[in-house]
């Protein structure tokens, strides 16, 4: 099976056509203001009209107002929900809308629970915990505690890049990897060679 590849925190065209033209499967926006990679909703739009055809779009949210999410839905042409705070399910299902979950890892018991708490969900993303941060830390986390047993698929987050992605797909085998600050130069600006080599490396080995 071949490991799908999410390029987030998008912020410029240019970068999402880097991202396309190297064989991202989705492109990923942060509608949330305190990131350093938060994104407008017609910034967002404009870079989603001038996708091709058959990647998905992604909107990652944290503990928003479901009007936010709605006008962002309407507005930006999003094909998935990420939501990355501490959203009940009933909360993520309202919008009729496919969409995953964020679960920040300490332990084993966390992605088990998650499982069973969101089982409404296209998919789980797992990523590395900070008490500080929802997400964005740049680290990477025990991939041993990930379960084999998985009723969803799973996407891998946190700390990844060129230099260990290989290696995070071989041993966790997910559905797909999640990289931001892994593909950067800076905050917000992607390396296109940061994007190619991430994707190229992905591909070698998934």
Known sequence: MRTRVKICGITRLEDAQVAVEAGADAIGFVFYAPSPRAIDVAQAAAIVRALPPFVETVGLFVNPDASFVRNVMDNAGLSLLQFHGDEAPAFCEQFARRWMKAVRVQTRADIESAYDTYSQASGLLVDAYDPQRFGGTG???????????????????????????????????????????????????????????????????G
């Open 139 to 205: 680290q990477t986390f025990d991939w041993s505690l990930i379960p084999d047993e998985r009723p969803k698929p799973l996407i891998l987050a946190g700390g990844l890049n060129s230099a260990n992605v290989a290696g995070a797909v071989e041993a966790v085998r997910p559905w797909a990897v999640d990289v931001s600050g892994g593909v950067e130069r800076e905050k917000g600006i992607k390396d296109p060679s940061r994007i190619i080599e991430f994707i190229r490396e992905v591909n070698r080995v």
